[in-house]
Nanobody
Framework: QVQLVESGGGLVQAGGSLRLSCVAS????????MGWYRQAPGKQRELVAG??????????NYADSVKGRFTISRDNAKNTVYLQMNSLIPEDTAVYFC??????????????WGQGTQVTVSS
């Protein structure tokens, strides 16, 4: 069992930046899918940024609403996944969740979620 703890959320003015961190209690080396999701009040949870590690190297994908503003990354040595968020807008306000998944031969072996961190962007 791996525990994930997010941090870095808070209140920021529109146009500002935040960096979210997701620290795992164990090694993330073998986890090949990382993701940051968010859920705003009254809305479904949505994928914001994804990072897949495979034979082709690292592949990132972003929701259209955050492309060019958010960047996902991982640091295996620190067992941490990051989400750098720039040019924040009020629509980015949500609880942000970290997710790590290990897939092998197309089978999901492990799937862990953090508890979430609140991001509030004021106009």
């Amino acid at each position: 069992q791996v525990q994930l703890v997010e941090s870095g959320g808070g209140l920021v003015q529109a146009g500002g930046s935040l960096r979210l961190s997701c620290v795992a209690s164990g090694s993330i080396f073998n986890f090949n899918i990382m993701g940051w999701y968010r859920q705003a009040p009254g809305k479904q949870r949505e994928l914001v940024a994804g990072l897949t590690s495979g034979s082709s190297g690292l592949i990132t994908n972003y929701a259209d609403s955050v492309k060019g503003r958010f960047t996902i990354s991982r640091d295996n040595a620190k067992n941490t996944v990051y989400l750098q968020m720039n040019s924040l807008i009020p629509e980015d306000t949500a609880v942000y969740f970290c997710n790590i998944v290990r897939v092998r031969n197309g089978v999901k072996l492990y799937d862990y979620w953090g508890q979430g961190t609140q991001v509030t962007v004021s106009s």
